[in-house]
């Protein structure tokens, strides 16, 4: 070993000691602040489907590949990270011995020609990285940036000692060429042979250039370990337990569909035997989020994949998915020194910490616990109620998230606490709790008239306790109910399946709301009541029918999801379809049979809660594709990156004053496709819609309408135009 060698070999040692000694710390630091979190003892069932969809997602890349060439560059550099830190353990042989490499596998062929593929594909990944990031960069007036708000430094730095890595280590294989101690062929490693012969015959370069690739590789460690909170670096390693232990892992492509419970000590608050001074309601303290809560905060990569998608961000709003991620991430670890220390405050409010606990703590982390959770800029709250209050649950965060970050399952949870303890929401959203509480339904109509949108169809609709054989439940919801727009649709699709010959039924008067928007906005004891009284009445109207043939068909989304996914939380199972799949059905049998498919071009919004967050894509299309005579023509942000309406997550009853409306931003996609008519699936896109088309001024020229009622326009021939919105018949064949 020469002197060289001597200085390389004590300086990699002594970088590599520190680092190995602050990761430790950061790692220990990290663990101690998540394991401050609330139990959550369901993410350890199913270990075996959990590790083979964390497998799938990270090194299939499923997430990342939608974004094309972004997930095909970011899967190189994965691969090159994982790989080629074979590369960085050589060059601790190599900064000892200009000829040293990996014992055994380090002179096998086959191992010189995969890690050369995988440099030249690393390299070529990074830059294309590096490019995107720059091309991209904050500042964009309109807010189109998908890295606005996040740490730009630290993902320069990442991307610069990855290419740096690998750059240094083409640079060591061609200074072992140059001094004709390289072990491998010129086919199997090209590029170092054509780098080789461009470097002077000087031994000492291996080393030194070792020596340079461990001190990148040590000083990226270094940096990240002084940065707790760096995601966009330590998510490498966070990732796999953030997607290993996802909310739901059998479920296709996010954790969408039931929200999860609300909470205390692990199990599911009941609110008969709840005590406010006991038990947690929701969130008011950022320890008082699930400990997978607070790793989702340690995860998060700062890519922005979450905020491009964010109906309320892109509309002008303050929400920004992933800023609300970073805001909590950043208070935690801010507030982490008060909490390990012992402080914090128990439900009713008061310090569980001893003031000798708390005597010797830093003035910023006793400030930082002082701060409220969700507050305005006066209070200095991490989340601003605007924030809160701006998002419509779409679940556009969690479907793209990389890293499967659960950020409806944290908003959705900050509003309990606000609304249960606090009593502080928007107030028009007061009247609809009222109406929920009063009559039944948002819309604070009479119960007794649920059943007035049968009048004027020629024939009878059954009632469950009429008919005893129905195969179907139809369950018409609110909106189907009593919206006018929504009523039009309750009426084709009644048709449609009297004209198919399915046994169905309906519950009239028996029906309440499902509380989806009772649950959305944060009110958990409402939900539980209304959904308790349906299951009750469903599980009666059903009798002794096991499960599989308890099948409800429902109109509206927001019911389809309640009903078939949150219902069996409280001992309701259903076999619940949306009547769009149930129509897609009956025309692939030739049940209904279109004859005069409907002319003009159209186009379909998916709606959130039957497309993201229950994968329901095909069928609204093909139905669609039988009835129309020109097929649809999609629009840009379609399927699972379809736009929100607005009306998700209660925001039907609020007022949307920030920023553009978010109906009329769908809509002017819409109209831009040239489409004449615009289907929907759900009723409050229907309404939604309709009101961005009339605000457009285009209502002459465009027409929203549920898929069931073009549908119903196809099997039947034209008709007089209608006198009365109760004559279906009419309106259908208008």
Same mark, same amino acid.
């Given at each position: 070993?020469?002197?060289?060698?001597?200085?390389?070999?004590? #300086?990699?040692?002594?970088?590599?000691?520190?680092?190995?000694?602050?990761?430790?710390?950061?790692?220990?630091?990290?663990?101690?602040?998540?394991?401050?979190?609330?139990?959550?003892?369901?993410?350890?069932?199913?270990?075996?489907?959990?590790?083979?969809?964390?497998?799938?997602?990270?090194?299939?890349? *499923?997430?990342?590949?939608?974004?094309?060439?972004?997930?095909?560059?970011?899967?190189?550099?994965?691969?090159?990270?994982?790989?080629?830190? #074979?590369?960085?353990?050589?060059?601790?042989?190599?900064?000892?011995?200009?000829?040293?490499?990996?014992?055994?596998?380090?002179?096998?062929?086959?191992?010189?020609?995969?890690?050369?593929?995988?440099?030249?594909?690393?390299?070529?990944?990074?830059?294309?990285?590096?490019?995107?990031?720059?091309?991209?960069?904050?500042?964009?007036?309109?807010?189109?940036?998908?890295?606005?708000?996040? *740490?730009?430094?630290?993902?320069?730095?990442?991307?610069?000692?990855?290419?740096?890595?690998?750059?240094?280590?083409?640079?060591?294989? =061609?200074?072992?060429?140059?001094?004709?101690?390289?072990?491998?062929?010129?086919?199997?490693?090209?590029?170092?042979?054509?780098?080789?012969?461009?470097?002077?015959?000087?031994?000492?370069?291996? &080393?030194?250039?070792?020596?340079?690739?461990?001190?990148?590789?040590?000083?990226?460690?270094?940096?990240?370990?002084?940065?707790?909170?760096?995601?966009?670096?330590?998510?490498?390693?966070?990732?796999?337990?953030?997607?290993?232990?996802?909310?739901?892992?059998?479920?296709?492509?996010?954790?969408?569909?039931?929200?999860?419970?609300?909470?205390?000590?692990?199990?599911?608050?009941?609110?008969?035997?709840?005590?406010? @001074?006991?038990?947690?309601?929701?969130?008011?303290?950022?320890?008082?989020?699930?400990?997978?809560?607070?790793?989702?905060?340690?995860?998060?990569?700062?890519?922005?994949?979450?905020?491009?998608?964010?109906?309320?961000?892109?509309?002008?709003? !303050?929400?920004?998915?992933?800023?609300?991620?970073?805001?909590?991430?950043?208070?935690?670890?801010?507030?982490?020194?008060?909490?390990?220390?012992?402080?914090?405050?128990?439900?009713?409010?008061?310090?569980?910490?001893?003031?000798?606990?708390?005597?010797?703590?830093?003035?910023?982390?006793?400030?930082?616990?002082?701060?409220?959770?969700?507050?305005?800029?006066?209070?200095?709250?991490?989340?601003?109620?605007?924030?809160?209050?701006?998002?419509?649950?779409?679940?556009?965060?969690?479907?793209?998230? !990389?890293?499967?970050? @659960?950020?409806?399952?944290?908003?959705?949870?900050?509003?309990?606490?606000?609304?249960?303890?606090?009593? &502080?929401?928007?107030? @028009?959203?007061?009247?609809? #709790?009222?109406?929920?509480?009063?009559?039944?339904?948002?819309?604070?109509?009479?119960?007794?008239?649920?059943?007035?949108?049968?009048?004027?169809?020629?024939?009878?609709?059954?009632?469950?306790?009429?008919?005893?054989?129905?195969?179907?439940?139809?369950?018409?919801?609110?909106?189907?109910?009593?919206?006018?727009?929504?009523?039009?649709?309750?009426?084709?699709?009644?048709?449609?399946?009297?004209?198919?010959?399915?046994?169905?039924?309906? #519950?009239?008067?028996?029906?309440?709301?499902?509380?989806?928007?009772?649950?959305?906005?944060?009110?958990?004891?409402?939900?539980?009541?209304?959904?308790?009284?349906?299951?009750? *009445?469903?599980?009666?109207?059903?009798?002794?029918?096991?499960?599989?043939?308890?099948?409800?068909?429902? +109109?509206?989304?927001?019911?389809?999801?309640?009903?078939?996914?949150?219902?069996?939380?409280?001992?309701?199972?259903?076999?619940?379809?949306?009547?769009?799949?149930?129509?897609?059905?009956?025309? +692939?049998?030739?049940?209904?049979?279109?004859?005069?498919?409907?002319?003009?071009?159209?186009?379909?919004?998916? !709606?959130?809660?039957?497309?993201?967050?229950?994968?329901?894509?095909?069928?609204?299309?093909?139905?669609?594709?039988?009835?129309?005579?020109?097929?649809?023509?999609?629009?840009?942000?379609?399927?699972?990156?379809?736009?929100?309406?607005?009306?998700?997550?209660?925001?039907?009853?609020?007022?949307?004053?920030?920023?553009?409306?978010?109906?009329?931003?769908?809509?002017?996609?819409?109209?831009?496709?040239?489409?004449?008519?615009?289907?929907?699936?759900?009723?409050?896109?229907?309404?939604?819609?309709?009101?961005?088309?009339? =605000?457009?001024?285009?209502?002459?020229?465009?027409?929203?309408?549920?898929?069931?009622?073009?549908?119903?326009?196809?099997?039947?021939?034209?008709?007089?135009?209608?006198?009365?919105?109760?004559?279906?018949?009419? @309106?259908?064949?208008?």
């Amino acid at each position: 070993m020469g002197s060289v060698q001597i200085v390389t070999t004590v #300086l990699a040692a002594g970088i590599t000691a520190v680092a190995v000694w602050l990761a430790t710390r950061a790692v220990l630091r990290m663990t101690a602040v998540i394991r401050q979190g609330q139990p959550d003892p369901e993410r350890f069932a199913d270990k075996g489907v959990r590790a083979r969809n964390m497998l799938v997602e990270t090194v299939g890349h *499923t997430r990342m590949l939608r974004w094309g060439v972004v997930g095909a560059a970011h899967w190189f550099v994965m691969v090159a990270f994982v790989v080629l830190s #074979l590369l960085v353990l050589e060059a601790y042989f190599e900064v000892a011995s200009p000829t040293g490499g990996l014992p055994v596998l380090g002179h096998w062929v086959g191992y010189g020609l995969v890690t050369e593929v995988i440099g030249v594909l690393g390299t070529a990944g990074i830059l294309v990285l590096i490019a995107i990031r720059l091309a991209n960069r904050p500042g964009n007036p309109e807010r189109r940036s998908r890295f606005t708000g996040s *740490t730009m430094w630290q993902g320069y730095f990442v991307e610069a000692v990855v290419l740096a890595v690998l750059v240094c280590g083409f640079l060591i294989r =061609g200074f072992k060429v140059a001094t004709d101690h390289f072990e491998f062929p010129f086919w199997a490693t090209p590029v170092s042979h054509a780098i080789g012969s461009l470097l002077p015959d000087a031994a000492a370069g291996v &080393s030194v250039t070792a020596a340079v690739k461990i001190a990148i590789s040590m000083t990226w460690v270094i940096v990240i370990a002084l940065n707790v909170t760096m995601g966009v670096a330590w998510h490498r390693f966070a990732a796999f337990f953030n997607i290993f232990f996802k909310r739901n892992p059998d479920r296709p492509a996010s954790g969408l569909g039931a929200l999860r419970p609300m909470m205390s000590g692990g199990k599911p608050l009941d609110f008969e035997e709840a005590d406010p @001074e006991s038990d947690q309601f929701g969130v008011a303290q950022v320890e008082q989020f699930t400990w997978k809560g607070l790793l989702d905060f340690t995860t998060c990569t700062e890519c922005g994949r979450c905020q491009s998608q964010c109906p309320a961000w892109n509309t002008g709003k !303050p929400l920004s998915p992933k800023l609300l991620v970073l805001s909590l991430r950043d208070h935690a670890y801010a507030k982490a020194p008060y909490l390990l220390a012992g402080g914090g405050k128990d439900p009713s409010g008061e310090e569980k910490a001893t003031a000798a606990q708390l005597a010797h703590l830093d003035v910023l982390a006793l400030a930082e616990a002082n701060r409220p959770l969700v507050g305005g800029a006066e209070e200095l709250g991490i989340i601003d109620p605007d924030v809160l209050w701006s998002c419509t649950t779409c679940g556009a965060c969690v479907e793209q998230c !990389p890293v499967d970050i @659960e950020h409806v399952d944290h908003i959705v949870d900050m509003r309990r606490y606000q609304v249960l303890i606090e009593s &502080s929401f928007p107030s @028009e959203a007061g009247v609809m #709790l009222r109406n929920l509480e009063n009559k039944g339904n948002p819309w604070g109509a009479p119960p007794n008239t649920r059943e007035d949108w049968t009048k004027g169809l020629d024939f009878e609709v059954p009632r469950v306790g009429e008919v005893d054989d129905f195969e179907y439940l139809f369950w018409v919801g609110c909106a189907g109910a009593f919206e006018d727009r929504a009523k039009k649709t309750s009426r084709a699709v009644a048709t449609l399946l009297h004209e198919a010959g399915v046994n169905f039924a309906i #519950l009239g008067e028996g029906e309440t709301c499902t509380g989806d928007p009772a649950r959305r906005i944060g009110n958990e004891f409402i939900f539980q009541m209304l959904a308790q009284q349906n299951v009750e *009445t469903l599980n009666e109207a059903f009798g002794d029918r096991e499960p599989a043939k308890r099948k409800i068909v429902a +109109s509206c989304p927001h019911c389809f999801n309640t009903l078939g996914n949150e219902y069996g939380q409280l001992g309701g199972h259903f076999e619940v379809v949306h009547h769009t799949q149930l129509l897609a059905q009956l025309v +692939s049998t030739g049940r209904l049979t279109p004859v005069q498919p409907v002319e003009g071009s159209l186009t379909y919004h998916d !709606p959130c809660y039957l497309g993201r967050h229950n994968r329901v894509f095909t069928p609204p299309r093909e139905v669609l594709g039988a009835a129309a005579a020109d097929g649809v023509t999609e629009m840009p942000r379609n399927q699972e990156r379809s736009f929100c309406c607005g009306a998700g997550g209660a925001r039907m009853w609020m007022e949307e004053r920030i920023g553009k409306r978010i109906n009329v931003d769908r809509v002017e996609e819409a109209i831009s496709t040239g489409a004449r008519t615009i289907a929907v699936g759900c009723p409050f896109c229907s309404t939604m819609l309709g009101d961005g088309v009339t =605000g457009k001024g285009a209502g002459e020229q465009v027409e929203v309408i549920d898929v069931a009622t073009v549908l119903l326009r196809s099997i039947q021939p034209p008709a007089a135009p209608e006198k009365s919105d109760a004559a279906l018949p009419a @309106e259908t064949g208008s």
